[in-house]
């Protein structure tokens, strides 16, 4: 069974972007190998790395000031998950709670990384192999 894996990464080598600072995401393909399939573009005005000093964004220019409001508020995180939406799983180095809870509505599950993209791929296609398999993740 072959499912996608979303990374908020700024150079296709590391995750390192917060999840409102993704202007691209890096859609992987897991199925009997790992395979980049496609970069799928956040719009402009949506990146909260653009939004200087604007109310919203926690003075910073940063991402969410923790309430959701990553400079377009929470329609900004439902649009952002929707473009993900086909993923099993979105990977970037800090997701907010308002993501978070929508994410668990569409049963994407979220992981809050900072390593190389290679790494996170190998570690979250080797848990979800143990999961559909049915097999325990505890050591022997």
Known sequence: MSYKIA???SDGMNVDLKFGEVSKFLIYEVDEEIKL???RIVSEEKTSSQCGDR???GGSGNGCDGQGNACGGPEDVI????????CRSVVCKKIGFQAQKQFEKKAISVFDVECSVAE????ISFYFGKIDNHESLRKM
């Open 7 to 9: 990374i908020g990464s």
């Open 37 to 39: 399939l496609e970069e």
């Open 79 to 86: 649009s952002r998950v929707s473009i993900i939406s086909d």
């Open 55 to 57: 109310k919203g964004c």
């Open 120 to 123: 996170a791929l190998e570690k």
